[in-house]
């Protein structure tokens, strides 16, 4: 080859890299109307300030940033972007009333292609086939449906509180197994049993994996595909074999345990047994759809309900003055003779009270659930090309700066203020727009009598002989790490109407 022949080479080259280039920016140009991206940190050469989602309490660290850049912040690099959304106002704007291009989930190449959950409710895509598992949901977990269930959650909190009256050092295990159950019981109808125990540990054990693969940035294959073609034995490729392991117990093995118990005439009443007994009529491949929504509950309703709990009782640890406060209450309209039932809710104030400031002080979902943009969009004068990923910064939301009452201590009384309008939690801590959680009512009710009975039974407290210092894991769901706490029973005669009751439970 001559010399002119390589330098004609290098020149076509480099011109089509030019014209790629400009046809790039001129095809930017238009579909961006000539409008920015909306402001955020610049980063590093390639990798862009894709790092800044990996910090150390993320979603409080995201939340500085509305002070430089406003409540709509813009992340990229390696090709990708993420729009951060820290104020309610941008993300009603954009997730409710613009829901027809926001309800679609990032592309997941790790926890939808590697191990599997691109069919889970959680990770579908918006569209028809995720409105069919919506409908079996909303079907089974609307208002009314969940009023049958109640009995079953104030039995499995009664359990929690015998429980505890026998080994309260356990408290951890015991709320996370509480919280197992009643979404088991509820979901799948199984009672306490070996078989119940296993479902949970399985669910758990999936939920580890599952949860780091929705928090976007958690895995490189995410922001690079190619390398989901990486050799099994790469770290990534064995968690996520473990993953679909884990996964395909905890969809088949709880939904055949409901149809081998209706074979046998002793299946109890539960999400799935209902729906197996009275199909919708206008659901085809039924079996394998309620699978999946069945699965799915487990793993949207567990792990928050058990970190709400526990952070809970870290906070009555922390604040003997709230406990008082909302023991008065119980004690003033419930007496002494029984526990709480979930019709008490509406005649205990200030314990809704404590409840949603335990969900605002500590959200158990800080960034909530990623969405992705189905089309370019234009908000704010601003540019949001399709395919970029957004977050909903829950944790600004709940810690939205107030004159009155300081974010970063525990007040209950905020939410019974007139004089400020403060957001309820509620707002925001099932999700936004067509994509909130079905399971909320459930969700709501379970949280709620398993706090109102721990406040009626127990006394909680700091250790006598250590200091309790607050950490948080880093996670999808924010859990309190292990920390040491004082639970004694108020009296014996609660202990007694604990015993009584306990007696009279099913599950």
Not at 460 to 486: G, M, N, W
Request: glycine share 6%.
């Amino acid at each position: 080859m001559s010399v002119f022949d390589l330098r004609w080479i290098q020149f076509s080259l480099f011109l089509v890299a030019v014209t790629s280039y400009l046809f790039k920016r001129l095809r930017y140009a238009t579909a961006s109307r000539g409008l920015p991206l909306p402001p955020g940190p610049s980063g590093k050469p390639i990798i862009g300030s894709l790092l800044e989602l990996a910090q150390h309490e993320t979603a409080r660290a995201l939340a500085r940033y509305r002070e430089p850049y406003g409540d709509i912040v813009m992340f990229q690099g390696l090709g990708n972007k993420v729009l951060m959304l820290n104020s309610l106002q941008a993300i009603n704007d954009l997730l409710d009333k613009r829901s027809s291009k926001y309800s679609h989930r990032p592309e997941s190449v790790f926890g939808g292609e590697l191990v599997g959950m691109h069919e889970s409710m959680v990770f579908l895509s918006y569209g028809d086939e995720w409105r069919a598992h919506r409908r079996l949901a909303h079907a089974a977990l609307n208002p009314t449906q969940v009023k049958q269930y109640h009995t079953i959650q104030e039995d499995i909190a009664t359990s929690l509180a015998k429980s505890l009256l026998d080994t309260p050092e356990d408290f951890f295990s015991l709320v996370r197994m509480s919280a197992g159950r009643t979404v088991i019981a509820v979901t799948y109808g199984i009672p306490a049993s070996s078989a119940q125990t296993e479902y949970i540990l399985t669910g758990e054990s999936f939920l580890e994996i599952a949860g780091k693969a929705t928090i976007p940035g958690n895995y490189l294959c995410d922001f690079i595909s190619p390398l989901k073609y990486a050799p099994s034995w790469v770290p990534f490729q064995q968690e996520a074999a473990e993953g679909r392991k884990l996964m395909k117990e905890l969809l088949t093995k709880p939904f055949e345990h409901v149809k081998r118990d209706m074979d046998a005439g002793v299946a109890l009443p539960s999400l799935t047994r209902n729906l197996l007994m009275s199909p919708p009529d206008d659901t085809s491949d039924f079996d394998r759809r309620l699978m999946w929504v069945a699965g799915s509950m487990f793993a949207a309703g567990a792990e928050t309900t058990y970190a709400t709990v526990l952070s809970f009782i870290l906070a009555m640890a922390l604040n003997p003055d709230k406990l008082k406060l909302a023991q008065a209450e119980i004690d003033a309209v419930i007496g002494n003779d029984r526990l709480p039932t979930i019709q008490d809710r509406g005649s205990l104030p200030y314990v809704e009270a404590v409840i949603k400031e335990t969900m605002r002080w500590q959200p158990a979902l800080p960034l909530s659930v990623a969405r992705r943009s189905a089309e370019d969009d234009f908000y704010r004068g601003y540019y949001i090309p399709k395919d970029t990923v957004v977050i909903p910064n829950v944790w600004a939301l709940a810690y939205e700066p107030n004159s009155k009452y300081n974010p970063e201590a525990f007040l209950p009384e905020r939410f019974l203020d007139p004089t400020q309008s403060i957001v309820d939690p509620g707002a925001w801590a099932f999700g936004f727009g067509r994509r909130i959680c079905p399971g909320r009512h459930m969700g709501e009710n379970s949280v709620f009598i398993l706090i109102a009975t721990l406040l009626a039974v127990f006394d909680i407290s700091a250790p006598t002989d250590a200091e309790i210092i607050p950490e948080f894991t880093q996670h999808l769901v924010r859990l309190p790490k292990p920390y040491k706490c004082r639970i004694l029973p108020r009296s014996n005669a609660k202990v007694g109407v604990v015993e009584t009751r306990a007696a009279s439970t099913v599950v």
